[in-house]
């Protein structure tokens, strides 16, 4: 299965560090074409996504219900390393996936969930109504999607659950500028 | 024009999370794509670099057992008998400027920020195809280069002639974050 081993390397050594060239390996993938022969790659990818959206809806709920059960692991058992792992992993995959699946609202109110699971000191002092409603809100976001008045509702659910968050870990940070740093960082992510 | 042979591209995909993985894998072959590897940890992605030997790697950053940053810093290893110089394109739902610096110095090549498109997808390794950075080695990095623009206005010391490194403080808003509080 092996492919041959990139070209001859060229080393341009510096004071403290060098600089190494290698002929582009990948060069020969590069085609130059006419205009007229050019195709749409990403109109096609984006064609194909479409076609993949029927299934959106039951991965998104399969999503949630992963974060939930992850919830309730911690709701028995208190934090530890591992379920503190497990939830912050299903949220952090609802706030990367949940746009693409057609629910923004879902990635936002998951994102916020991040942020707490990141950057609350202890998590055993998170009032823990503040963890649930993340996980009921989106929980309903999925559930109630098919309804017409729903996505207005959505947003400001997460909006507002976000704006609660930050508050609270803008208090619990306060002696801890690393955290505060990040958390009023802008997000290089383009807002909804 | 250009356009990239994508039938002729091979892609290891690392992502713990299979939704995610069958998105990748219909873009990728949308594209044009013939040959894509899964895995969905750190340690079969490395396995599995070593075996199939991949033109670009598109990995995840959080995932069990060593995450995408780990698998990242073990590829770019300079005197690993593997290829040290694939691509490695870092596909993540962190989306904060911090995690994009820790990335660069891991020795990610390019960072996508969830939710994927195909155009950002296509056009990340449109440019680690066309425009390949050279590599830099030195005590603490191994990886591509990490100034990606020439800054004309640079007026501090030259260090690809030697100069001495120079620490350049940057505006902290940390007094930004206390007056809010």
Not at chain 1, 94 to 117: H, Q, V, Y
Not at chain 2, 64 to 72: C, R, V
Not at chain 2, 131 to 147: A, E, L, S
């Amino acid at each position: 299965m092996a492919k041959e081993k990139p070209g001859t390397i060229q080393v341009k050594s510096f004071a403290d560090h060098h600089v190494i060239t290698q002929p582009n390996p990948l060069r020969k993938m590069l085609l130059r074409v006419p205009e007229s022969d050019l195709d749409d790659p990403v109109g096609r990818a984006e064609k194909a996504l479409a076609g993949l959206s029927g299934e959106f809806k039951n991965w998104m709920a399969i999503e949630a219900d992963r974060l939930s059960a992850a919830h309730a692991v911690i709701l028995r058992n208190g934090f530890t390393v591992d379920n503190r792992e497990e939830l912050f992993r299903a949220a952090h995959d609802i706030k990367g996936d949940a746009a693409t699946f057609g629910f923004p609202s879902a990635g936002a109110a998951a994102e916020s969930l991040c942020r707490i699971i990141e950057h609350a000191p202890d998590l055993d002092q998170v009032p823990p109504e503040l963890i649930t409603h993340h996980i009921n809100a989106i929980q309903a976001i999925v559930r109630e999607r098919t309804k017409l008045d729903t996505a207005v509702m959505a947003s400001a659910l997460s909006k507002q659950l976000r704006g609660i968050t930050d508050e609270f870990l803008l208090k619990v940070n306060r002696d801890r500028p690393e955290h505060l740093e990040a958390i009023l960082a802008p997000s290089i992510v383009p807002a909804e | 024009m250009y356009r990239i042979d994508f039938n002729k591209l091979r892609f290891l995909i690392c992502d713990d999370n299979p939704h995610m993985r069958r998105i990748l894998r219909t873009l990728l072959h949308s594209f044009g794509a013939r040959e894509a590897y899964e895995a969905e940890d750190g340690a079969t992605a490395l396995e599995m670099y070593s075996h199939y030997v991949p033109d670009i790697v598109i990995t995840d950053w959080a995932m069990p057992i060593f995450d995408g940053l780990e698998l990242a810093q073990m590829i770019r290893q300079p005197e690993s008998k593997g290829n040290p110089y694939a691509p490695i394109i870092m596909l993540t739902g962190h989306s904060e400027k911090r995690r994009v610096t820790v990335a660069r110095d891991a020795g990610v090549t390019e960072f996508l920020a969830k939710p994927i498109s195909a155009k950002g997808l296509y056009q990340r390794i449109l440019n680690v195809v066309a425009n390949p950075r050279p590599f830099i080695k030195t005590k603490t990095y191994f990886g591509p280069d990490r100034r990606r623009n020439t800054n004309n206005a640079y007026i501090g010391p030259e260090r690809r002639v030697g100069g001495e490194m120079e620490v350049m403080q940057q505006p902290s808003l940390l007094d930004k974050a206390r007056s809010n509080v």
